[in-house]
């Protein structure tokens, strides 16, 4: 038995220091600006892989309807564009930023196009799904989500066809945010 208590309290340790990794991590964001993810710390996090020309691409709207819903309980969404699937965000930055302002009317962060999977996988990414995630495994399509915690801990992993307002990730996100 204590050998058991001992294998959870590493356990939550060791799930603790790879939350903390996740706000050691800087991305840059659509205009090229770096952010640090620490300045999302205490904030409940949505992280999508986003694509322009995907068969995924109108949860656009709903992405910015939960980020609107939520965004002043500290919920944001963060959408990192990725052309890994089928080509289907060829574009610039700038041809990003500008089809989700006019298409979505997208407000929440958008940040630069990055690998998901593979050789160039961002750091970002390797946190999320890499060997030491709680949800490793390559990610399989756009607009995959992975829902993050106000301490940065990965709470649980969405695949693309889990619609933004389904019940399901409602309830996740509504967990999130009451959790202390």
């Known amino acids: 038995m204590k050998i058991f208590a001992c ?5 939550l340790l060791t799930a603790g220091a790879r939350a903390d ?3 050691d991590i800087t991305v840059k964001d659509i205009d090229g600006k770096s952010v640090p993810l620490s300045a999302y710390k ?3 996090l949505l992280i999508v892989n986003v694509a322009s020309l995907c068969g995924y691409t109108p949860q656009y709207e709903s992405l910015e309807a939960i980020h609107q819903k ?3 309980q500290g919920f944001t969404v963060l959408g990192f564009p990725c052309n890994q699937f089928g080509g289907q965000e ?6 990003i930023k500008h089809f989700c302002s006019t298409q979505y009317n997208v407000t929440f962060p958008l940040f630069d196009k990055i690998d998901v999977n593979g050789a160039n996988r961002h750091p970002l990414y390797a946190a999320l799904a890499g060997s030491a995630s709680p949800f490793p495994g390559n990610i399989r399509w756009n607009f995959n989500k992975f829902l993050v915690g106000k301490d940065g801990t990965i709470l649980k992993r969405f695949d693309s066809g889990t619609r ?6 409602k309830a996740a996100i509504a967990a999130a945010l009451a959790a202390k």
């Not at 294998?7 to 356990?11: D, E, V």
């Not at 060829?90 to 041809?95: M, N, V, Y």
């Open 7 to 11: 294998l959870i309290a590493l356990g």
């Open 21 to 23: 990794s996740l706000y």
């Open 42 to 44: 205490g904030k409940v």
């Open 70 to 72: 939520y965004r002043d």
């Open 90 to 95: 060829p574009g610039t930055d700038a041809e």
């Open 164 to 169: 933004p307002d389904s019940s399901e990730m």
